[in-house]
């Protein structure tokens, strides 16, 4: 943790991925105080002092103003006049939560099913392992697409819960259920592995049964291998959300988020750019600080890293 | 997309085939290999198939007829949808209906009076192009660069390009093919704006079209492709056979080349397999969706669009089958390439 | 030596000869010259090498300094992390890098390796200065045959040779180095050859373009003792026809004993003792230099024979076989039908080689693997079958220490958790663990301070002391060890065996042990049982068995054995080394001709004789 520290560059990056998040938390409050409006308000008729002049929010041909850098519509607005910096935080915060939630789905089933299949090998082994080849085998995107479209036009009902076609929940889950083989299957080798190395044979021969040996043998020699790739996850959360959801498949209409807000901005290309800039570059910041934070955590939990130069 | 994090195959796992092998000996181990996989690949076809059937028409809650004959069915339509699809029979009745419709080429999208399969046809062209131009891109230069980068570990260059790889990584295709779009297109017109010319009726406008998408997609996955490439690199580069080969008096080129290089390729191939199956699956999508190409992709974004479930289902099965077959080639071609190999 | 028996780093000139100034010529006692009237063909002065790493700078060598003559063979021993290895790697250049400090000289032939140029050091290495490494499967690549990698020498250096002129002289070379059909061979690659032909792979390659130096870096640590026997006479060989000159690397004294002109002691980077094999066996002045050879004699105290107590272990016939995924034929026998017998309080020792089936057969014992076929008795109750609670019910009684002390802890627990974990599932109370654990580590020779460490802050020695105190907590009547002193340096290993030799007299627990080196045997069996190809070919009482082998396997075993000059054993004689070399010729990939080739027609060709499987005493 100390050698992360050091490295000033993942620093940087560390905080302002924490900023981003603060700042989107924070929408409700930024909405009330700066801006004075919410992300579904709509001011297709008003107008708004720029420069000393009035201008018309949403012009008569349909292209809404650009930032004005100032407390209302700091960022410009959208084709149906609503703010569009107070849209970002609100559609960041819920990227977020569905790429946190993804996340942490994909970590309960990757580390229960692959450290599974990894110690107990056998039948049990065979059928999950073919469980992850068929899973990974669909492209993600793809399947997140399917599952996406499927899961939206009905909700789904499984008995023990049901949810409803609107919910957050469902495009976490289809991001979740996807991304979970590309974890699993690193996690079952090294379990494989693991359970031939000898301490797991002492603990065997000291009369330990297997579940035991799972959680307090095999689990605590995957930490490092988890802290690696969990912020990985969250940035392929991060894509694959607002790749969903520009397609439509993921968070619906009235929520929002960043792959929305992107896709409403190329419907109207090549007039109000700043519609597709806005959240793009957001994204693009927000995931490139949680690579480089992942890439410098790497870099210190990997001693071999170490011996060949690092970023 | 994560394109792999499947434990890149290290060749230096210590040996797995018995100790004395002739020739004639791996020649028959290679035909029943093939024929493993052969069979191995129609099981997981099969597999497939049935996952799609069942997102698409077993997912519990809502009609399945509805669904399929989209949200502007008038009821007589969702009956017939009900009967042709066989939704109030049981669902293994289902399953047998929709693979007949599916290998007939009889599936049609309702809401837009189609044949589904038709249109896949029609579009395969631009898709086509897109992944296989997008491949040798970012084939050459993941390589050059993963190269590079290790060759010169902990220096400027290393840094340098490990820095365009993160970024390159951290950008969504659409993003990036939006403001490609843009400034080169809108603002410099430097090329066309979108559509696809196929390559026989004229292979410039083919070119100029195609170039933009190809770059936006080659970006990300040779973010991914180099900085994969050069961790594999660095683990081959200081295996002791490298050692030995400087020891024998090698120059340094021809140890990269000959010892470093020819047993990173199944990494190589293997990672770029990989990759290639995440564009067809997912980049392609995008992107022909930004650049109006109406490939394959574009065909199934449109419909999710509209919520017309026929295509899509479709074109899952479709593209799910080429990912598991370009992947059982990768697989076959690993094993040509290291004599070691005997897979169980 | 200066006169207060500090080490001196000036090499021994030619005893007279001083024609480059490097040091005063040294008297010797019995005047044994080397290379006399020539020029050294190595000369290393005061070479230094250090690495900048994320701890700090670490210096690998320091201050080195010896000389090596034509026809000369040097043996440099050291424990792992003496910096020869390095040393030897610094003089072909391959410590290069950005991280490297290198300063001193090394002259080859009169020029200089450390000043020169990339391109001029190539053209040395591989045609002039040759080097072998230890570990031969990773040394060659995978992915080519043997045959082209060794052309791919030649080549290099001599680029107007035509592939196939290349690759005939790779046979000849191969054939030369008593590659059993060599010719053939040319096409194999590594993974089809056993260790010891890669190994002469390796010295064939590296001597292709006649090379007058070779660096053998542990060039047979990774061999089974027959094999290595093979290569150390090859080695010989080729000093004596070829006026080869070897610098052999090594941890093993037995190893040089018949092969060295001379011998240089490193430690910690230095050289701390050089001299002729007699000088440092039988005068050894530097500290460090008696260490390492007292850690090699037998145990003063041996064995005296006891009275036989009850029979605590039964082995019945035990038949463990693996199944075949992904090999050619059918299931492979790793144990065909096993039988001993063990008293209380008794040890006995598994020896054989690497692939005999000794730990697989501990490793059954242990309840790790289920036998095919055959009972595993513990005080008369079976478990070898048994379902879980019978299994559970004998490893109370059980102990075990692994080989690798480093993999055999939780990297991620700190010892004295281990232990307490231990304990706890002997059912004591959590208060009553930890007090167990401080006296279990106080026994084993541990500060109970260190019961707080994780396994990689403790030394090699100190890990292995853990296992030890793991496998006692339960207080068991039989302990299983595993090669409990391989993997720790020499000079660690008479301590940690002279303590299983106190806690068994101390606790009366029996130990089975399995162990390739015979010093350990020596020092703790009361019974050994020898193992070959799944079976044992010969159980008897220690001394007997040690004395006076029956068995033809038993007899090679013993003999190939490597052995410092003044034991009991006495030095294996070039002689017999000599016959086992043709021998080896003759036979095939796995050929034992265990007998003298006059008796070599009674048994099936290039297969050792079976005779019935107890031949107890």
Redesign the interface.
């Known amino acids: 943790m100390r050698t992360v520290l050091r490295n000033r560059v993942a620093l940087a990056f560390g905080v302002l991925f924490v900023a981003i998040v603060l700042a989107c938390l924070l929408a409700p409050v930024y909405a009330k105080d700066i801006a004075h409006t919410g992300p579904n308000d709509n001011h297709i008729t008003e107008t708004v002092s720029v420069g000393g002049k009035q201008v018309d929010v949403v012009s008569p041909t349909g292209v809404p103003i650009g930032p004005t850098w100032k407390g209302r519509f700091l960022l410009g607005a959208d084709s149906n006049g609503r703010d569009v910096a107070v849209r970002l935080l609100y559609g960041g915060r819920n990227s977020l939560e569905v790429a946190a939630i993804a996340t942490s789905i994909t970590l309960v089933l990757a580390i229960a099913f692959g450290v599974l299949a990894g110690y107990t090998r056998g039948l049990t082994d065979g059928v999950l392992s073919?469980l992850f080849?068929?899973v990974?085998?669909?492209?993600?995107?793809?399947?997140g697409?399917?599952?996406g479209?499927?899961?939206?036009?009905?909700?789904?009902?499984?008995?023990l819960f049901?949810l409803r076609s609107g919910s957050l929940l469902l495009p976490a889950l289809v991001i979740g259920v996807v991304?979970f083989p590309?974890?699993a299957?690193?996690l079952r080798?090294q379990a494989l592995s693991l359970r031939e190395?000898?301490?797991v044979?002492?603990?065997?021969?000291?009369?330990?049964g297997p579940v035991r040996i799972m959680w307090?043998?095999i689990l605590?020699?995957l930490?490092s291998t988890i802290v690696v790739?969990a912020p990985?996850?969250v940035?392929?959360a991060i894509?694959?959300e607002?790749?969903l959801s520009?397609?439509?498949?993921g968070v619906q209409a009235p929520s929002s988020s960043w792959?929305t807000m992107?896709a409403d901005?190329?419907r109207l290309?090549?007039g109000a750019?700043h519609l597709?800039?806005v959240p793009?570059v957001m994204?693009?910041l927000t995931?490139?600080a949680?690579?480089?934070f992942a890439?410098a955590v790497r870099d210190a939990l990997d001693p071999?890293a170490?011996l060949?130069?690092?970023? | 997309m994560e394109a792999s994090s499947a434990p890149i195959p290290s060749l230096t796992d210590g040996p797995r085939a018995p100790r004395v092998s002739s020739a004639m000996t791996r020649q028959l181990w290679l035909v029943r290999f093939l024929a493993r996989r052969v069979a191995s690949l129609v099981a997981v076809l099969f597999a497939i198939t049935v996952l799609t059937f069942l997102i698409f028409q077993a997912i519990p809650g809502g009609d399945p007829a509805l669904r399929m004959a989209g949200r502007l069915a008038t009821p007589q339509q969702v009956h017939d949808v009900r009967v042709q699809w066989g939704f109030d029979k049981p669902i293994y009745v289902q399953y047998l209906k929709t693979m007949e419709k599916v290998l007939d080429g009889s599936v049609i999208s309702y809401s837009q009076q189609t044949n589904v399969e038709q249109e896949i046809v029609s579009d395969l062209p631009p898709t086509i192009s897109l992944a296989l131009g997008a491949g040798v891109i970012w084939l050459v230069v993941g390589v050059l660069f993963g190269l590079l980068s290790a060759t010169h570990a902990g220096g400027w260059l290393d840094r340098a390009l490990t820095v365009v790889s993160l970024t390159g990584i951290s950008m969504p295709v659409f993003f990036l093919g939006a403001i490609m779009l843009y400034w080169l297109g809108y603002q410099w017109h430097l090329l066309p704006l979108e559509g696809y010319v196929s390559l026989t009726s004229d292979p410039w406008g083919w070119f100029t079209h195609m170039l933009m998408p190809w770059v936006a997609l080659s970006v990300v996955s040779i973010g991914v492709y180099s900085r994969l490439l050069r961790a594999n690199l660095l683990d081959v580069m200081s295996e002791d056979y490298v050692r030995t080969a400087r020891a024998k008096g090698l120059s340094e080129r021809r140890v990269l080349i000959r010892h470093v290089l020819r047993n990173s390729l199944m990494g190589i191939v293997t990672l770029w397999g990989l990759d290639f199956a995440w564009v067809i699956g997912g980049g392609a999508i995008l992107v022909e969706s930004v650049f109006n190409l109406g490939g394959v992709g574009q065909y199934a974004a449109q419909s999710i669009g509209r919520l017309d479930i026929p295509p899509v289902m479709v074109v899952t099965m479709l593209v799910a089958a080429a990912v598991v077959v370009l992947s059982t080639l990768v697989d076959i071609a690993y094993a040509l390439l290291d004599p070691r190999v005997r897979l169980s | 030596m200066s006169p207060e028996g500090l080490p001196s780093n000036e090499p021994l000139a030619y005893r007279g000869l001083d024609p480059t100034g490097l040091g005063r010529p040294q008297g010797t006692p019995d005047g044994a010259t080397i290379g006399v009237g020539s020029k050294p063909l190595l000369e290393v002065c005061d070479l230094s090498v250090s690495f900048a790493t994320r701890a700090g700078e670490v210096r690998a060598v320091d201050g080195v300094s010896f000389a090596l003559g034509h026809g000369e063979v040097l043996a440099i021993v050291g424990e792992s992390g003496s910096g020869k290895s390095v040393c030897a790697m610094t003089l072909m250049g391959l410590t290069r890098g950005p991280n490297t400090t290198i300063s001193g000289r090394a002259l080859f032939d009169g020029r200089d390796l450390i000043g020169a140029s990339e391109a001029q050091l190539r053209r040395i290495r591989g045609a002039q200065l040759a080097m072998v490494f230890q570990d031969h499967q990773s040394s060659l690549n995978p992915v080519y045959r043997v045959g082209d990698q060794i052309a791919e020498q030649i080549r290099a250096h001599e680029p107007f040779v035509s592939k196939e002129r290349a690759l005939e002289r790779a046979g000849e070379l191969m054939e030369r180095a008593r590659i059993p059909r060599a010719r053939e061979r040319v096409r194999a690659y590594p993974h089809e050859l056993s260790g010891g032909m890669r190994q002469r792979v390796m010295i064939a390659m590296g001597l292709s373009l006649g090379a007058k130096v070779l660096l053998a870096d542990e060039p047979t640590t990774a061999l089974d003792v027959t094999v290595q026997a093979q290569i150390l006479a090859q080695l010989k060989d080729l000093r004596e026809q070829e006026d080869l000159s070897v610098v052999l690397i090594t941890h093993d004294f037995g190893v040089v004993a018949d092969i060295a002109g001379r011998i240089a002691v490193m430690q910690g980077g230095r050289i701390v003792e050089q001299g002729t094999p007699t000088e440092i066996f039988e005068r050894p002045q530097h500290a460090y230099t008696r260490g390492l050879l007292e850690a090699l004699r037998p145990s003063a105290k041996g064995r005296p024979t006891r009275a036989r107590g009850a029979a605590l272990l039964e082995v019945d016939n035990l038949r463990v076989s693996y199944s075949t995924r992904g090999r050619h034929g059918a299931g492979i026998d790793a144990l065909g039908g096993v039988s001993l017998t063990l008293a209380a309080g008794d040890t006995l020792a598994i020896v054989g080689e690497s692939g005999c089936g000794k730990t697989t057969l501990l490793r059954s014992i242990a309840g790790l693997i289920e036998p095919q076929e055959g009972a595993i008795r513990l005080d008369g109750h079976d478990f070898a079958s048994a379902g879980r609670r019978e299994l559970a019910a004998a490893r109370r009684n059980l102990g075990m220490v692994f080989q690798d002390p480093q993999a055999s802890l939780n990297p991620r627990r700190r010892v004295g958790r281990t232990l307490e974990r231990a304990l706890r599932a002997r059912g004591l109370s959590a208060a009553g663990a930890r007090v167990r654990t401080e006296q279990l580590l106080e026994r084993v020779g541990l500060q109970p301070a260190q019961a707080k460490r994780f396994p990689h802050e403790l030394s090699g020695g100190e890990r292995q002391r853990v296992g030890i105190a793991r496998a006692l907590a339960g207080e068991p009547r039989l302990v299983l060890l595993d090669e409990p002193v391989s993997s720790l340096d020499a000079s660690i290993r008479r301590g940690v065996i002279d303590l299983l030799d106190e806690l068994q007299a101390e606790l009366g627990c029996a130990y089975v042990l399995v162990s390739h080196d015979f010093t350990t045997v020596e020092a703790l069996a009361d019974r050994i049982a020898v193992m070959h190809a799944g079976e044992v070919v010969e159980q008897g009482g220690a001394r007997e068995l040690l004395e006076h082998p029956k068995h033809p396997y038993t007899q090679e075993l013993l003999a190939a054995c490597p052995r410092v000059p003044g034991l009991p054993r006495g030095v294996a004689s070039e002689a017999w080394l000599d016959k086992k070399t043709s021998q080896a010729q003759a036979g095939s990939l796995r050929s034992r001709a265990p007998l003298p080739a006059e008796d070599q027609a009674r048994g099936a060709e290039g297969s050792p004789l079976r005779p019935p499987s107890s031949f107890s005493v």
């Open positions: 073919r080849d068929l990974w085998a669909y492209p993600a995107v793809l399947l697409v399917a599952l479209v499927a899961l939206a036009v009905g909700g789904i009902d499984l008995g049901t991304v590309y974890v299957k690193p080798a190395r000898e301490f044979d002492a603990a065997r021969v000291q009369g330990l307090s043998e605590p020699n930490a790739f990985l996850i940035a392929n894509l694959l607002a790749a520009y397609l439509g498949a792959g992107i901005g190329t290309m090549p750019i597709v800039l793009g994204l693009v995931v490139l949680v690579n480089v890439d071999k170490s060949r130069g690092r970023l």
